[in-house]
Each structure stands twice: as C-alpha cells, then as structure tokens.
C-alpha cells in the first residue's frame, strides 16, 4: 500500500522538508512539505529522483574484504569487526609505544543529508587518539572558518543571510538558481526581482541564470575578486559609505582596514577585474543605498583564487556598512551541535598546513598517508565520502588509499573509494534509519529537523551506530554488561552524572554508551539519536533565554534540555530551537567585539599585484571544475538513470572558444590541465565568459554496466586537479578557476568515449 511520509531532502545541504509517497522501498513522488518551518513547501528540480539516492543495484548488502588480487569478497559482520578491531589495537599500540599522535585519518563523516553517523565516527578516532580529519569542508569552506575565528572570535562564529528581508541581495561567486545553497531559494530570489524596492547584484564571471535576472552583473575575470571587492570596498570608503555608528559600537580596527584599502589603485584593479568601470559605480551605489543589505557566497569565491582573503573582503563588505545583525542583513547563528571545532593554530607535522575547526585539509589527505615520515598517518577511514572523486589529485588520493596500512569505507554504495578499500562496511541509507544534519544555518530562530526512517535497514546492512558499537565491543573499549545495563536503568537527566567514572576514564566512548543504555529506552530504533544528548544539555545551559522562547518553555537546566529532546523526536516536520532577538546577536560572538583588523590578510592584501597574476600561456583557459547543474548533487545519485539532462557530464564552451580548436558541439574534445588529461563532450554555452569552460560536479562513478563490467558515467573532474594549487592558509583547491587548454580529441579517445557513452545512455534508457 502506498503512504505519505514525512522527511527531508537529502540531495543538498539545504535538507528542504518534504513529504513523500512510498511504495515497497521506492519512493514514488515528492512533494514539499509545507509544515515545515524552514523549506515552508519548497522543493527545487531535483528532489522528485530522490528515490535514486537508495534504491538501485549498487547498494552495498555484506561487509567485503579486499583479497591480494584487488578483489572484494564477501565477509560476515562479525569476520570484518574482528579483523578491523585487531588491527586498530595494533596501531594503537604502535602509536602509544612510539610515543606518536594516533596515526588514523578520517574523512567524512557525514554528506548533504546525514550527519547521525559523524558523532560516532568522531569517538573511533578519538579513541585512536588521531587529531587527523578531513571532510568536503575542508575543501571548502576552512578559509571561511579561519576569518570568522579571526574577526568574531570562534572558528563556529558562521554567519548566515538575512535573504527574505534584506532589500539589496548581493550574490558572489555561487548560483543560487541552480544550486541552491539557502532555503527557498529560487522562490526568494524571485520574490526580489518582483518587487521594484528589492535590488540584486550578481559577481560571477558567467552569466548566470541568477546574474540573469540581477540588477547589476559584474562579469569579471575569473579569480580576479579579491581585486574587485578591494576596489569596491576602497570606493564604499571614497564614498564615506561607512556606518560610523555600528563601526564604534561593535567593532575595532576600522582605522588600519582603512588605511590599507585607502592605497588601493582603484581603476588599475577594476581594469585587472575586467568589469566596466560604470557597472562597478552603480553596485557602490546599490550597496550604499541598501537598508539591509545581506551578503551570499560560494564556490566560486571559497575554492577561486586567494580563497582565504576572498572570505575576509566579503565579509568586510557587510560589517564596514553596518549590515549586521538586523533583520535583512547577515548575522551569526547558533548550532544544536557545532558541526565542526575550534583549533588553536596546531598543523600537521607533515605539511604544515593548520587545522582550522579541527580540520586538515583534504587536498593534503594523500600526502598524510605518503610522507616518508614516522608520525604518517597509517590507517585509512572514511565514511560517507567518495574521496577517489571528490578530492583533488584523484591518481594521487587513489595510490594513498592503497598505501594506508589498514583501509575501511562505510558507504551504502560501491564507491570509487571503496573499490579500493582494504574493508568496506555496509550502512543503512538516510531513509532506513533515523537521520539529521547540523546544517542549520538560521538567525533570529533556528531550526532542527530529524526524520524518522520511511523503511526498514536494507538486508545485511546495518545502521552507523549499530557498526561502531559491535566495533568498540569488539575492541574491548566498553564498560562491563552489568555496568551498561545499570546505566540504562538510570533516568536521562542523571545519566551522564552516573556514567562520570565510566566517561572519566575512557571519554572516547561516550556516544556508544549513550546509545547502548539512553538509546534502549527510545521507541522505534530511534536510539542512535541517543548521542545528541550531550549537546541539548550544553545548549540549554549556554543560552536557556533562547530555547525557552523557541519552544514556549518555562523550564531549564536538564529539563529543559529533556523537553526540547522529546520535541525534536516528536516533530517529523522539524522545529525551532533557538529565538533570539536581534541584539542577542553579539551574546553568539566570542569575541566582546569584531576585530577588523587581520594583519595577515591585510598584508596579502597590500601585496596582490596585478602584473604577477597573469594567466600561463600553456594552460590559458580557466575552468570551473565542478559546476553546480540542474541535473547533478554530488556524489549522492549515482545510478545514471536519474538524470533527465546533460546524460553525458558535457564541457560547456562558447562558440569562439570551441571554434578556436575547429570542434563543434558534440565533438569529444580534450581538456588538459598540468596534471591530466580527460576526454569529454563539448556543449555550446554562450553565457561562460570568453576563455571560460565548465565540467560538472557529480559524475565520474564506475558504474554496473548491466552485463557485468562497469562504466565510466561522464567526466571523472579531479584527474584534472592538482592538489597543490591551494589556498596558502587553508589548503583548499581553485577549482573555479583551474588552468587548462582545450585540444580536439584523438580517434581512438574519441572512438573510446563514445562506446562508454552509448552505454550509459542505454542504461539511461532502461532507467538504471
Ligand atoms: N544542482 C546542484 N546543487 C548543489 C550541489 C550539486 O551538486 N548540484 N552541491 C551542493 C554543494 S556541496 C555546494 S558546496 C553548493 C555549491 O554551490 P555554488 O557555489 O553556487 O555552485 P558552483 O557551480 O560550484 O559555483 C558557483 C559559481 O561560481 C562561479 N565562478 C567561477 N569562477 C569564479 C570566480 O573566479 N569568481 C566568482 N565570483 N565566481 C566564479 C561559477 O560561474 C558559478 O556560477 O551547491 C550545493 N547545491
Ligand atoms: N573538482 C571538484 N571537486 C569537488 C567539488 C567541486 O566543485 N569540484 N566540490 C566539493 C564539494 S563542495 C563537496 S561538498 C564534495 C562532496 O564530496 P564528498 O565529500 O565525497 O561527498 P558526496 O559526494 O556527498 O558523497 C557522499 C557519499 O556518502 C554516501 N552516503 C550517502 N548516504 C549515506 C549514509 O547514510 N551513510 C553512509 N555511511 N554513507 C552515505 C554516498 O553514497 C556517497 O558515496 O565534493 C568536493 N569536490
Ligand atoms: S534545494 Fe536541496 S534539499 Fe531542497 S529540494 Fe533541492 S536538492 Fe533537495
Ligand atoms: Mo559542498
């Protein structure tokens, strides 16, 4: 029988609220669910092939083993934990009596709809004592975390928009359009270009859909926006744009910023920009005029050139006119749990680079692993992550999974990644169990949205927490049964209270504890929500103002914290957990107030020159390694079939450009970067700037070719990427603006894709 249930979104971070009608363990439509309090009803193009995300034939159902010919066997449960765990303790050992930092590397961790599997992912490698993480965040988003430790105080000082109330919406470096990235997003930006007070301004070298529809686009060259927004920035101060009021009430530093931007040379860096000078004037005059202005970035800046210093430019922009921290504007926002940490300048001894939230970069993952050095990392552990596509230097990342001593994916699909596993653990999907993320990003209110499982785990899978519970039990780091079984008897405001001694002496093992005693007492296998425990007590005794008005409370302490854990496990459409008022905006920044002032950025500042940045004659086109289609969500739908658009990951190139090498569209044409060299189908797209090409994010799996072998389902991007272009603070890749040159494809390349093509399509055609 068909029913309507209620969930979420799991195709990107937005994590929109939906109902869907389900028959046997397919999904069979999608609508939105207009009960929740985010997403109020809105869906974007892509959730209606959700079904795609766990239902098809590549599905893991047994634990595999790797045999020395490269081969996967199929291994029980109890033979993979018990290998695995022997393995660990020997590491472990090895680790302590080397007197060396734990040698696990973890990646992952959690994708666009999962986060339940993270926390306890998070105690396996702090039982290993391995500060080593590594994530899509930190090839993203760490720059980001770096500036807001800098200016606000706290690496989790994230800010969010104000994008419904604000009246000037400036946009830089993403496409909402396509790619969403904030709630309702096609639906908000509509609501702007239909009223004539609301403006819009749009930086992206492409003509975006979004850029479309703006006010003002400024087109400019790609990795030239640290130029631009200097050059806006010293004419907002020209101008005496700046809010002297909000300036002297909350921030510091203002003078030296000032300074520095005030020995700009303003027409050069426009000039370098490639924007009209005119066009730049009418978004100063914009931004000048705005009531609430609310800032909006992406890719195109956090993985563009100077990366880092982009983050602090734009974030300058809102605070030096005082949009902050009102209605329309950006603010910070508060977490259920912090999605990631705060780090204290600690790098990596291998390379360098500085964990930042807690993270190294994953452009050095390989390196880590590689290094002819004693504090290497050895073991290998991901989850929830295809890093063999996604990170950059996909040979390199490749030969470093091979190389780790002990290797194990725990994925619901046979990733690229786990192909090359030494183990891979089978996981329940996100509609198999109960599921969360912390990608809750709103101010004044806050919202958390757990979904209940809409089927039962997949045979021969098993839910994250169950795996990491029979892996600690096995690694003998849990109490004694009589011990868990009289925690379980406790009730859950006194819990942690008694389990003190336990925790004490083995704090690593709290989530697992949490969900073998708290998690016993949940209905409906919800007990691997156990472990959110913890952070609702922290969260009702930082700010209990805030709760008690999100939820109508008049408790605190742990009962408080108790009543929002019993609404959260009864709301299927998600609620509030946090009310503010605006002013309570500072209570969330570390710092008392915004220092304004990074030398470190303001020197990078002072020091880009526009004749150093020229393009290598060699490599003269930039490509956007990774564009954002309406047909594509990460790694997350990998059956080909789902795709109703672009069936082959197609380059888009202009005219002029493709022209340039004699091709035409539908060619197989040859993008060459200094490391690699793939083969793709070219596709007109005159809305690119001149010398501008795009491959998409999302293809590049090996997938089951029906008759036994696998394919190769479109460009695999990250043959492309050399991982040490790199942001100098952060690590993170520019792979919007990657070097390349465009050559026609030889016969036999040409005659090779076209096969992989056909069959792709016939699989497309059969609906797999
Ligand atoms: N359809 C779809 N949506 C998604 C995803 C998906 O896979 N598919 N993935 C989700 C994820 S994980 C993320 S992080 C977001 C990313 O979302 P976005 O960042 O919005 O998407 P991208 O297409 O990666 O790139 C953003 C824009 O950067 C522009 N750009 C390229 N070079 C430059 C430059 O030098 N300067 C400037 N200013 N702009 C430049 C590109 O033209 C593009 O419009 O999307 C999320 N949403
Ligand atoms: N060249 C280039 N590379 C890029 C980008 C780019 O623009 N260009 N974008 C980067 C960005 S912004 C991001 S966010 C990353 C994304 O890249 P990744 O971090 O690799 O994440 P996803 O592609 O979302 O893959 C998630 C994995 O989780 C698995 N999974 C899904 N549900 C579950 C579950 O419930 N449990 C478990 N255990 N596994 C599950 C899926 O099968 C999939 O293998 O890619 C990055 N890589
Ligand atoms: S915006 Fe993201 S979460 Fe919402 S429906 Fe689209 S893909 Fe799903
Ligand atoms: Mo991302």
Same mark, same amino acid.
């Given at each position: 029988m068909s029913t309507w249930h209620k969930t979420a979104c799991s195709l990107c971070y937005v994590n929109c609220g939906i109902e869907v009608l389900t028959d046997g363990r397919a999904i069979i439509r999608v609508r939105g669910d207009r009960d929740n309090p985010r997403s109020q009803g809105y869906l974007c193009q892509k959730a209606q092939r959700l079904t795609w995300y766990g239902d098809h034939d590549d599905r893991l159902t047994t634990p595999l083993r790797r045999r020395p010919d490269g081969t996967h066997e199929a291994i029980s449960w109890d033979t993979a934990l018990t290998e695995i765990a022997a393995k660990l303790k020997a590491v472990k050992r090895e680790d302590e009596r080397a007197n060396r930092p734990g040698s696990m590397a973890y990646v992952g961790g959690g994708g666009q709809g999962n986060h339940s599997g993270g926390g306890y992912g998070f105690a396996l490698r702090r039982w290993m004592n391995s500060p080593r993480f590594f994530g899509a965040l930190s090839q993203e988003k760490t720059g980001d975390f770096w500036v807001n430790g800098k200016m606000f105080g706290g690496q989790t000082n994230h800010t969010a928009e104000g994008i419904d109330e604000c009246d000037l919406l400036l946009v830089i470096g993403c496409n909402p359009w396509?790619?969403?990235?904030?709630?309702?997003?096609?639906?908000?930006?509509?609501?702007?270009?239909?009223?004539?007070?609301?403006?819009?301004?749009?930086?992206?070298?492409?003509?975006?859909?979004?850029?479309?529809?703006?006010?003002?686009?400024?087109?400019?060259?790609?990795?030239?926006?640290?130029?631009?927004?200097?050059?806006?920035?010293?004419?907002?101060?020209?101008?005496?744009?700046?809010?002297?009021?909000?300036?002297?009430?909350?921030?510091?530093?203002?003078?030296?910023?000032?300074?520095?931007?005030?020995?700009?040379?303003?027409?050069?860096?426009i000039a370098h920009a490639e924007v009209d000078r005119e066009d730049v004037d009418h978004a100063v005059d914009l931004i000048l005029a705005a009531n609430a202005m609310s800032v909006r970035v992406e890719l195109g800046i956090q993985q563009g050139r100077n990366s880092t210093l982009n983050s602090y430019l734009e974030k300058l922009l809102y605070l030096i006119t005082g949009n902050f921290g009102r209605p329309g504007t950006n603010a910070l926002h508060t977490w259920l749990m912090p999605l990631w940490g705060e780090s204290r300048g600690e790098r990596s001894e291998i390379t360098g680079f500085e964990y930042i939230g807690g993270m190294l970069p994953l452009n050095t993952l390989a390196e880590e692993i590689l290094a002819d050095h004693p504090n290497r990392a050895r073991v290998l552990w991901v989850e929830s992550s295809n890093p063999a596509n996604t990170a950059a230097d996909t040979l390199g990342m490749e030969r470093a999974i091979r190389a780790a001593e002990l290797s194990v994916v725990i994925d619901i699909a046979y990733t690229e990644t786990a192909a090359l596993a030494d183990y891979v653990l089978p996981a329940a999907s996100q509609h198999e169990k109960w599921e969360f993320t912390f990608f809750d990003f709103?101010?004044?209110?806050?919202?958390?949205?757990?979904?209940?499982?809409?089927?039962?785990?997949?045979?021969?899978?098993?839910?994250?927490?169950?795996?990491?519970?029979?892996?600690?039990?096995?690694?003998?780091?849990?109490?004694?049964?009589?011990?868990?079984?009289?925690?379980?008897?406790?009730?859950?405001?006194?819990?942690?209270?008694? +389990?003190?001694?336990?925790?004490? &002496?083995? %704090? =690593?093992? #709290?989530?697992? *504890?949490?969900? !073998?005693? @708290?998690?016993?007492?949940?209905?409906?296998?919800?007990?691997?929500?156990?472990?959110?425990?913890?952070?609702?007590?922290?969260?009702?005794?930082?700010?209990?103002?805030?709760?008690?008005? +999100?939820?109508?409370?008049?408790? &605190?302490? %742990? =009962?408080? #914290?108790?009543? *929002?854990?019993? !609404?959260? @496990?009864?709301?299927?459409?998600?609620?509030?957990?946090?009310?503010?008022?605006?002013d309570e905006v500072w209570q969330l920044m570390r710092h008392d107030r915004v220092h304004l002032a990074v030398p470190e950025l303001l020197s990078w500042l002072e020091n880009l020159d526009p004749a150093t940045d020229r393009p290598d004659l060699d490599y003269p086109l930039s490509l956007i390694n990774g564009q954002r289609r309406r047909h594509n969500a990460n790694q997350i739908l990998r059956p080909p079939g789902w795709r109703r658009t672009d069936p082959d990951g197609a380059l888009h190139v202009r005219t002029d450009d493709l022209k340039a090498i004699g091709a035409n569209e539908g060619d197989w044409v040859a993008v060459v970067s200094r490391v690699g060299r793939i083969v793709v189908r070219a596709e007109i797209d005159d809305s690119l700037r001149k010398g501008q090409l795009a491959l998409p994010h999302g293809f590049g799996m090996a997938v089951p070719d029906g008759r036994g072998g696998r394919v190769l389902n479109g460009p695999?991007?990250?043959?492309?990427?050399?991982?040490?272009?790199?942001?100098?603070?952060?690590?993170?890749?520019?792979?919007?603006?990657?070097?390349?040159?465009?050559?026609?494809?030889?016969?036999?390349?040409?005659?090779?894709?076209?096969?992989?093509?056909?069959?792709?399509?016939?699989?497309?055609s059969a609906g797999s």
């Open positions: 396509l790619a969403n990235g904030f709630t309702r997003a096609r639906s908000a930006v509509n609501d702007i270009r239909n009223d004539p007070d609301r403006k819009m301004i749009v930086i992206d070298p492409r003509r975006t859909e979004t850029a479309d529809i703006a006010d003002v686009h400024l087109p400019l060259r790609p990795g030239t926006d640290a130029y631009l927004l200097g050059a806006i920035l010293a004419l907002i101060i020209e101008r005496g744009g700046q809010d002297a009021d909000f300036l002297d009430a909350h921030t510091e530093g203002f003078a030296e910023v000032a300074a520095t931007l005030g020995k700009i040379p303003v027409d050069d860096w709103d101010f004044p209110t806050n919202y958390f949205h757990l979904r209940p499982p809409l089927f039962e785990p997949l045979p021969g899978t098993l839910v994250e927490a169950e795996i990491y519970a029979r892996l600690f039990e096995e690694l003998g780091a849990m109490p004694e049964q009589s011990t868990m079984d009289q925690l379980a008897g406790t009730n859950r405001e006194d819990l942690l209270k008694a +389990a003190g001694p336990v925790l004490r &002496e083995n %704090p =690593a093992i #709290a989530p697992i *504890l949490l969900y !073998r005693t @708290l998690g016993r007492t949940l209905p409906d296998r919800a007990a691997p929500v156990a472990m959110l425990w913890p952070g609702l007590l922290a969260l009702a005794k930082r700010m209990p103002v805030a709760v008690r008005r +999100a939820l109508g409370s008049s408790q &605190e302490g %742990p =009962a408080l #914290a108790g009543e *929002l854990f019993d !609404r959260i @496990l009864n709301s299927p459409s998600g609620t509030a957990f946090t009310t503010h008022e605006y695999r991007i990250n043959l492309l990427t050399d991982a040490h272009d790199r942001d100098p603070i952060a690590g993170t890749p520019h792979h919007k603006d990657m070097p390349v040159r465009l050559e026609p494809a030889t016969a036999e390349e040409a005659e090779a894709a076209q096969r992989d093509a056909e069959l792709v399509h016939a699989l497309i």
